[in-house]
Each structure stands twice: as structure tokens, then as C-alpha cells.
């Protein structure tokens, strides 16, 4: 299981030689626990920090522009400080990312309307809102067929593209990270334990099918894995092997954050 690949992989990211890795649980576009949480981290920001954000960005919350202009100012912050790369900010993918992702690709699916549908109601309404359009209006393109279709993503498209920054994000989400000298692999949701890394597919924002039980034994020759959202909404947990880093935040919680040692124990425990 063990990975080797660049630190600049298009499709994980890499942690090297780290003092300590901070992880923040998903987010859900909620901008007020964010900067919140933000200003707790940034007094206590040392060199050799990493930072991870482990997916479920935006969505379910109205401020997802908002919230993206916040972790672009963080990231320019954080890389401030002394000896800090670009790589040493990651971005994870989460279910939010990936279906604004598909979003885009609209006109391409059979049954466009339905797909639009079940997206609004998972969450992606309210980031098309955000950037300025109305979700709804995409019903009525569906129904004039592709070409339709594609100029209401276009204007999707252009609305992300008039805040700088933000595609570049959204274009360089890496789908998992994993820190071989702390012996770490990060997630959004979840992982099928019964597969390799490269064939997880969307596991990774969907979770799997047996959950994440915290007792689980040790994934390959990850000491910890660390995953951002529950699906099921249990809350934080702890445990020998794995850890769930999500206070329920966009939907009545606390974002939470939580400062790994190289040894994978936790230093400090953050929440807004």
C-alpha cells in the first residue's frame, strides 16, 4: 500500500516532513465558523506546519463565495510564514466539490433534469445561489435540450470564473493525502478498506457501505486514517486507527479542527 509519487500529484496529496498537519472537517459554506475557526489556527500557526481540508467545502450553506475568498486568503497567510511551499496547503475533493464538478458536464447526462434535481436537493442549490444564478432556472434549459443546457453551465462556469481564485481551486482538488512519515492517509467521508488507494474511485466523497467503524483495524500502512464528514451526522470520534474530524458544521454544528503530531496524536483540538 505504500505510495510513491510526486509531491505535486495531480490526483493525491503528499506531506512531507512535517512539524504537525492540521485537518479541518467539512465546512458546508458556513463563513461565520470558518473565519471563527481561522483565527483560532492562525495564533497558533508554527513553521513546518501542514494544513489539510478534508472536502465539503461548499455547499448546503449560502456563502460558498464567501467561504472560497476566505480559503484563498487563509492559504496566502499560511504560506507566509517561513520555509511554507504551495503543496503545503491540500484542498481534498468531497461530495459537495464533486457535484459541482458534474455540474459543469450537465448537458452530457442522459436524464438531465433529474440529475439537476437530485443535486439541488443534496446541497448544490444553494452554491449556485451563492455565485449569483438561480438554481431552478437550470429546469427549464433541461427541457429546451443540450445546447440550453450548456450555455446555463457556461454561465456557471463564467460566475466562478469572475472570482479570482476560485477555479484554480476547484481545478487542483486532490482526491485523498497521505503523510508516509507519520504513517496518515486523509479523506473526505470514507474508504473501502477491501481496496487499494487506486481503486477507491468515489468512495473516497460517498463513503462505503460498511461506514467507518472507529475500531476498524489499521487501512494497509496507514497508522491513522482521517476523514472529514459523516454522512450519518454521529459527530467527532477518536480512535486507535481513525478518526472523524466533523462537528456537524451547515447543519446546526461546530467546525471542528484537529493538529496532528507526526506520531499521529493529537495536539490540539479546535472548534467554532
Known sequence: MTVMASAHSEIYGRIDRARRIWCVGAIHADIARLTALHDQMAA???PGDRLVYLGNMIGHGAAAV????ELLAFRRHFLGLAGMEPWDVIHLRGAQEEMW???AQLQ?????REVLS???GQGVGATIRSYGIDPDSGFGHCRDGV?????????LLQAVHDHPGHDEML???RRYAVSTDAGMLFVNAGLDTGR???????????GSGVGFPIDAEPYGDFRLVVRGYDRTGAGTAVGPHRATIDGGCGFGGKLAAACFLPDSSIEEWLEA
Not at 66 to 69: G, K
Not at 147 to 155: D, E, F, L, P, V
Not at 196 to 206: A, G, K, V
Open 44 to 46: 497558533r500557526l508554527r
Open 66 to 69: 464567501d467561504t472560497m475568498d
Open 101 to 103: 464538478v458534474k455540474l
Open 108 to 112: 452530457f447526462a442522459p436524464n438531465p
Open 118 to 120: 437530485w443535486m439541488i
Open 147 to 155: 445546447i440550453a443546457i450548456t450555455r446555463w453551465t457556461a454561465r
Open 171 to 173: 481545478s487542483c482538488l
Open 196 to 206: 487499494p488507494l487506486s481503486e477507491q474511485r468515489d468512495t473516497f466523497w460517498w
